[in-house]
């Protein structure tokens, strides 16, 4: 125990550290190409250990901000200042494309199999960062402590203890839930489905961001539902004026949003915003679907609040899961429903009864013994210094009049090409070179964002991936010179 509290506070003292000096960089007091104090000057001046000062500086090593140089000390390397320009939300529609979205979609993930492939495509995390060993240990554990070694069924609304342990978490989000307000699903898309159908009919219409997950709009397809697509833009999210206008003239049942880092643009909606949203939407009597699945994957000190804290008539469903956090393969989902628990419950019944019992007991221990926080405290981390170095290397290699969206958690990049670029043509040049990334054209239902492509960071960044932006950039200029 007190050797945990020693490391807690040298991971503390270095982290603080850290930020300071990144602040500094980020302010233009220290410039690309100052040479930082020596390790014994800085131990010197902070009071601080040797090592301390080395972890500091090596932490700053690893986003890429600053560099060593042996027998010279560490240097300023990357100020955020070099990023490109946030992208514009265009809300026109485009030229006639040669493929319709459907086909887009189908063609870019039947490549993803291929052996050898860079998936910059894929918006989920990486096998490296994900604690295998600790969740066969808990899957083990959850066996052994069950009577019936999780053969049996869970009850409708899902694993108590699960259910008890996710109420726990919503507390960072300044979440007042208890386990009888929780169902469990199996992942976020079914919990966005018991949704869905819990307050619409088929013909109903559904308020969605655009860009937005294709999945999302396939869904609302699948369910007979109509789509009005609302602007989303990199640094504030929906965009509510647009929303409440349109409000005036289209019959809108509900709305589906997702607020915390959203995908593919990867922004967050301000809290002042969302309060607004839900206040709005409340005030008309429109249920707010809110996907939250990114919500943990944030870059700052704090968990960003969710709609829901500010939902005060139960009109707010919060739906996410553990798919991008800990273990797509689990399936472990679980949606907040409100004052629609009851045709939520109904919907679970009618199409699926219960959820996986083991991954249910194996998920709720992981919380239990504080795995998860130790998980996601590690997950955050490695994911903000992947995107930094993702970012400075597409800043480096691509063409200078990109627009790079800049989130603030999350995993990916929405990056904003050329006019005259194709993006379905650039995906269908990248695989031949065994790299795939993410057209813009498959995140709304008319391939508007044609001159845009998604990439995820999901992947800790090493030579490969360095190798892999530099061709793409390459690709991309060819694409433009040829224009």
């Given at each position: 125990m007190i050797r945990d509290t020693l490391v807690a506070e040298e991971d503390?003292?270095?982290?603080?550290?850290?930020?300071?000096?990144?602040?500094?960089?980020?302010?233009?007091?220290?410039k690309a190409?100052?040479?930082?104090?020596?390790?014994?000057?800085?131990?010197?001046?902070?009071?601080?250990?040797?090592?301390?000062?080395?972890?500091?500086y090596v932490e700053l090593e690893n986003k890429g901000i600053v560099e060593a140089r042996p027998k010279s000390g560490?240097?300023?390397?990357?100020?955020?200042?070099?990023?490109?320009?946030?992208?514009?939300?265009?809300?026109?529609?485009?030229?006639?494309?040669?493929?319709?979205?459907d086909d887009m979609i189908r063609t870019v993930y039947k490549t993803l199999t291929k052996e050898g492939m860079l998936r910059f495509s894929v918006s989920a995390?990486?096998?490296?960062?994900?604690?295998?060993a600790k969740l066969n240990k808990a899957m083990m554990e959850a066996l052994r402590k069950s009577s019936s070694s999780c053969t049996q069924y869970e009850e409708i609304q899902g694993n108590?203890?699960?259910?008890?342990?996710?109420?726990?978490?919503?507390?960072?989000?300044?979440?007042?839930?208890?386990?009888?307000?929780?169902?469990?699903?199996?992942?976020?898309?079914?919990?966005?489905?018991?949704?869905?159908?819990?307050?619409?009919?088929?013909?109903?219409?559904?308020?969605?961001e655009s860009p937005v997950y294709f999945g999302i709009f396939n869904l609302l397809k699948m369910l007979g539902l109509k789509v009005l697509e609302i602007p989303c833009h990199p640094d504030n999210g929906a965009d509510i004026e647009y929303l409440e206008k349109a409000l005036e003239t289209e019959p809108v049942k509900a709305c589906l949003f997702v607020p915390n880092f959203s995908n593919p643009v990867g922004a967050l909606m301000p809290e002042h915003r969302k309060k607004y949203l839900v206040e709005m939407l409340?005030?008309?009597?429109?249920?707010?679907?809110?996907?939250?699945?990114?919500?943990?994957?944030?870059?700052?000190?704090?968990?960003?609040?969710?709609?829901?804290?500010?939902?005060?008539?139960?009109?707010?469903?919060?739906?996410?899961s553990v798919s991008k956090s800990l273990a797509p393969g689990y399936r472990v989902g679980w949606c907040i429903p409100g004052k629609f628990m009851d045709n939520v419950l109904s919907n679970k019944l009618t199409q699926t009864v219960s959820a996986a019992t083991p991954t249910q007991a194996a998920i709720a221990l992981f919380f239990e013994t504080g795995r998860y926080d130790l998980h996601m405290r590690k997950l955050r981390k490695a994911l903000h210094?992947?995107?930094?170095?993702?970012?400075?290397?597409?800043?480096?290699?691509?063409?200078?009049?990109?627009?790079?969206?800049r989130p603030q958690g999350g995993y990916?990049?929405?990056?904003?090409?050329?006019?005259?670029?194709?993006?379905?043509?650039?995906?269908?040049?990248?695989?031949?070179?065994?790299?795939?990334?993410?057209?813009?054209?498959?995140?709304?239902?008319?391939?508007?964002?044609?001159?845009?492509?998604?990439?995820?960071?999901?992947?800790?960044?090493?030579?490969?991936?360095?190798?892999?932006?530099?061709?793409?950039?390459?690709l991309i200029s060819l694409q433009q010179y040829c224009k």
């Open positions: 503390f003292l270095y982290s603080r550290i850290a930020e300071r000096l990144e602040l500094q960089i980020e302010n233009k007091t220290l190409g100052d040479k930082l104090m020596s390790l014994r000057a800085l131990s010197r001046e902070q009071g601080i250990s040797l090592s301390t000062a080395y972890k500091a560490y240097f300023v390397r990357f100020p955020k200042s070099r990023y490109p320009k946030s992208p514009d939300t265009p809300t026109a529609a485009p030229v006639i494309q040669k493929t319709n979205v995390p990486s096998i490296e960062l994900i604690p295998e108590s203890e699960l259910r008890k342990q996710i109420a726990r978490q919503t507390f960072n989000w300044n979440g007042n839930i208890t386990e009888d307000q929780i169902v469990t699903t199996q992942g976020c898309m079914e919990a966005l489905v018991f949704c869905l159908k819990a307050v619409t009919q088929p013909g109903d219409t559904v308020a969605i409340a005030s008309r009597q429109i249920p707010l679907i809110e996907d939250d699945i990114y919500g943990e994957m944030y870059f700052g000190k704090t968990r960003p609040k969710t709609c829901k804290s500010f939902d005060k008539n139960g009109l707010v469903m919060l739906c996410s210094t992947q995107c930094l170095r993702y970012m400075q290397a597409i800043s480096e290699y691509f063409p200078a009049d990109i627009k790079v969206a990916v990049l929405w990056i904003e090409l050329n006019a005259g670029i194709n993006a379905f043509d650039l995906f269908e040049s990248a695989i031949k070179e065994d790299i795939s990334i993410a057209p813009g054209q498959i995140f709304s239902t008319d391939a508007r964002f044609t001159n845009y492509i998604r990439i995820s960071f999901g992947k800790p960044f090493d030579n490969a991936i360095d190798a892999g932006l530099r061709r793409l950039g390459e």
